[in-house]
C-alpha cells in the first residue's frame, strides 16, 4: 500500500530558507502534493508537481522530485513568521477514486 | 474563501451515538472526497462520491457511510460512535478528471467523542 513520510518538526530563523522533506512508496503516483494547514483550518494546497517532472518554481516554492528515490522535497525561501504552520506532502492515487495519502505533516517553526 | 462549506464546525458526541456531518460543494464540482484527521496525524481518505455514487471507500468500517445529493452537497454518517472517532473531518470539493488546484478543502467539522 501507499506510505507517504515526512520528518516531523522544523525549526529555521526567519529570512532563512526551509526545506521539508518526504519520501512516498507508490511510484504509479501521478501527481505529488504540498499542503500548508495553520491551527484550526482545514488545508490550503500550495504548490503540485506531475510525476514527469523533476523542478517546479512558484514564487518563493521550490518542489524538487526524485522520482528514483521517491523522494520529494518542498524549499521555502526568505521564510516568514506567517510561514509557521504544518505542512504536508501527499501522493495522488488515480485508481478507483483520486484519492490522497498524506504524510504526518512537518510543524515548521519560524523563529525571529 | 474556498467555497466548500462544512457544518457543524464543532461538535460534541458520547461514545454509541450516530452523527451526520455535512459539506456543500463549490459550484460546479461534481466530486466529493471526506478525510479523517486524528491528532497529530495526516488526513486519511475515508471515501469519495461522484454523481451522487460511492467511487472509492479507504479503510475504514460499513459504519461510515455518506450519501451525495443532486445539487452535489455532501453528508457523512457515523454510527455506533467510538472514542477513537474523536478528528477533524475534511470534506474535499473537485470536478473529476480537474486539474489538481480545482479542489479545495473545507474548513473541516471537529468532532470529539467522550
Known amino acids: 500500500g501507499e506510505d507517504v513520510e515526512q520528518s516531523l518538526f522544523l525549526s529555521v530563523r526567519e529570512g532563512d530558507s526551509s526545506v521539508i522533506n518526504c519520501t512516498y512508496t507508490?511510484?504509479?503516483?501521478?501527481?505529488l502534493y504540498w499542503y500548508k494547514q495553520e491551527p484550526g483550518a482545514g488545508l490550503q494546497l500550495l504548490t503540485y508537481i506531475f510525476s514527469n517532472m523533476d523542478m517546479k518554481q512558484d514564487q518563493r516554492l521550490t518542489v524538487l522530485l526524485n522520482k528514483k528515490d521517491k523522494h520529494l522535497s518542498l524549499r521555502i525561501a526568505d521564510t516568514q513568521t506567517g510561514d509557521s504552520a504544518i505542512y504536508f506532502c501527499?501522493?495522488?492515487?488515480?485508481?478507483?477514486?483520486?484519492?490522497?495519502?498524506f504524510g504526518t505533516g512537518t510543524r515548521l517553526q519560524v523563529t525571529l | 474563501e474556498t467555497g466548500v462549506t462544512q457544518s457543524p464546525t464543532h461538535l460534541i458526541k458520547t461514545r454509541g451515538q450516530q452523527v451526520t456531518l455535512r459539506c456543500s460543494s463549490q459550484?460546479?464540482?461534481?466530486?466529493v472526497s471526506w478525510y479523517q484527521q486524528a491528532l497529530g496525524q495526516g488526513p486519511q481518505f475515508i471515501f469519495q462520491?461522484?454523481?451522487?455514487?460511492?467511487?472509492g471507500r479507504g479503510n475504514f468500517p460499513p459504519r461510515f457511510s455518506g450519501l451525495q445529493f443532486p445539487n452535489y452537497s455532501s453528508e457523512l454518517n457515523v454510527n455506533a460512535l467510538e472514542l477513537d472517532d474523536s478528528a477533524l473531518y475534511l470534506c474535499?470539493?473537485?470536478?473529476?478528471?480537474?486539474?489538481?488546484?480545482?479542489?479545495?478543502f473545507g474548513q473541516g467539522t471537529r468532532l470529539t467523542v467522550v
Open positions: 462520491y461522484y454523481r451522487e455514487e460511492e467511487n
Open positions: 501527499a501522493e495522488m492515487d488515480t485508481g478507483t477514486a483520486s484519492k490522497l495519502t
Open positions: 459550484s460546479g464540482h461534481n466530486t
Open positions: 507508490d511510484s504509479s503516483s501521478t501527481y
Open positions: 474535499a470539493s473537485s470536478y473529476l478528471g480537474a486539474p489538481p488546484e480545482e479542489a479545495f
